[in-house]
């Protein structure tokens, strides 16, 4: 059986002094620069799944968006982690666009879909599965599971955004006259693009498709 050999640790070590090396010799200063500050306009909200690599999606450089990802891009008012990284984007970094960024083929949306029993996430997934019942009737007139999930991925990325948008150092920051918008995407996997599902607030103006 052919196995694919990954990098072993020596390998990632010499592929990052490569990388530092060729992005000296396109652009001397990019390091000092990094070292400097950081203010990058945008925050993503996105999964941790290894093949959403946010940089990259968007063709952006290190430094110029500050990212936060968890199993299934949730945004949940309770965990710690997230509201941490919210309000330092927000009041610190004072970002101007918060990316909800879901993506199709999520294997936490598919657990929570599936009713798996998988341990600890369970309860991290539980918001998911609740959008799931709520939603049941709607999820089961599409044409396949395949169409189901990627439904449930939109959906949930629909409800991190009202999350975000409710979320009392998002609503405070619109109350001081932020210039400061959230979005709700969904990338695909299949072919590298991001779809916007048209999910765009601020604090004078909401647009979030039906639910």
């Known amino acids: 059986m052919c196995e694919t050999r990954h990098p072993d640790i020596p390998d990632l070590l010499a592929r990052n002094r490569a990388w530092a090396e060729a992005r000296t010799a396109i652009d001397p200063g990019f390091f000092k620069r990094l ?11 996105g999964c941790s799944d290894s093949r959403v690599p946010a940089n990259e999606i ?11 990802r968890n199993i ?8 710690a982690n997230f509201l941490s990284v919210l ?14 960024v879901g993506h199709y083929g999520c294997g936490g949306v598919r657990a929570a879909f599936e009713n798996l029993r998988l341990g600890l996430i369970d309860h991290w997934l539980s918001p998911i599965r609740a959008l799931a019942q709520a939603r049941a009737a709607e999820l089961a007139v599409l044409a396949d599971d395949t169409a189901r999930l990627d439904r449930l ?27 400061l918008t959230v979005h709700g995407w969904c ?3 299949a072919d590298g693009l991001v779809t916007d599902l048209g999910a765009r607030v601020d604090g004078s103006h909401s647009s979030l498709p039906a639910r």
């Open 187 to 189: 990338y695909s996997l």
């Open 87 to 100: 309000q330092y984007a927000v009041q610190v970094l004072k970002v101007r666009h918060i990316l909800v």
């Open 153 to 179: 991925c939109e959906l949930n990325v629909l409800a991190q955004v009202e999350n975000v948008s409710t979320n009392p150092f998002v609503v405070d920051a619109w109350a001081a006259g932020a210039d």
């Open 58 to 68: 968007v063709g952006l450089d290190p430094g110029e968006i500050f990212v936060h």
């Open 35 to 45: 070292v400097a500050q950081q203010s990058p306009p945008y925050l993503w909200i």
């Open 72 to 79: 299934a891009n949730l945004a949940p008012p309770q965990d």
